[in-house]
């Protein structure tokens, strides 16, 4: 009987009882409401097949499909003070990040590394929205400020990847103090000759926005990205009046010449390595592109396997 009990049992139970599934395993597209299978989805570099709505993507990801074989030195982010001000309200501010960099992986809103890109050596610097919302505080002021003082020594280009829902609260007036430090950063950077091109990603907003992210040589916004300062609820609000449709979007801002291009996210890998070599006048770098010889083999497969029920023309036929 303890054959049965203790083997033949458990093995029936376990076949009787439901298998639980995790529950992202499929994304819904914000836009159509479809499902994406989530692996489908990261290939994809986190862009929806059919609509192309952008989802997205932490700051890892982003470094990794930007860098060359997603090989990059990361920079070091100074330590700051964490909670100068004892901030509290419904929780403590040591709580929310200590809960925030277990959730990330990350020190702070803030990844910055050194790669190659196309050949040519970049400094590039990422904000992630998913650590409190990509606000900008102490921390994150000293890693922005650390990568350009970088690349303007080293004389490097810089990359800057722009998601944030403005200045973190909870430090008060020395997350304030942030934007002029940055946008002296920027000046420094721009002394050098250094090019300094921003990606405007979703959302990018608030005080980032009124400092270092609108001062770059070049703004790229991703498709459907939200950029402004205040949001276009608070602005409906303010003013009373209705906002023309797709207000602070990336496409309304292009044609309002806020921004320079609107560049799906498979294109921005080229089209900044492009950028780059002429500010720098350097020759250009094709990516991307397959190799000549398959591509002939490719166009000489096609008509073979067209008419592979055909019989084979003889001899004489060919000749006349």
Known sequence: MN?????????????????????????????????????????????????????????????????????????????????????????????????????????????????????????????????MGGSLGMAAGEGIITAMELAASEKLPFILFAASGGARMQEGILSLMQMPRTTVAVERLKETGVPYIVVLTNPTTGGVTASYAMLGDIHIAEPGALIGFAGPRVIEQTIREKLPEGFQRSEYLLEHGMVDMVVPRHELKSTIVNLICLLLKIPPVILALPPVEEAVEISEEKPVEADKDKKPAKKSDKTT
Not at 7 to 31: A, D, S
Not at 98 to 122: Q, S
């Open 3 to 131: 054959w049965i009990t203790n083997y033949v049992r458990p093995k029936f139970n376990n076949f009787w009882q439901k298998k639980e599934m995790p529950e992202n395993l499929w994304i819904k597209c914000p836009e159509t409401g479809e499902m994406v299978f989530h692996k489908d989805l990261e290939a994809n570099m986190g862009v929806i097949p059919n609509s192309g709505h952008h989802m997205r993507i932490t700051s890892g990801e982003r470094l990794a499909n930007f860098f060359d074989n997603g090989e990059y030195a990361a920079i070091k982010t100074p330590e700051v003070a964490l909670d100068p001000l004892k901030f509290r309200d419904q929780r403590k501010y040591v709580d929310r990040l200590r809960d925030a960099k277990i959730k990330t992986g990350m020190d702070d809103a803030v990844l910055a590394g050194r790669g190659l890109v196309g050949g040519t050596e970049m400094v590039a610097l990422v904000q992630d929205f998913n650590f």
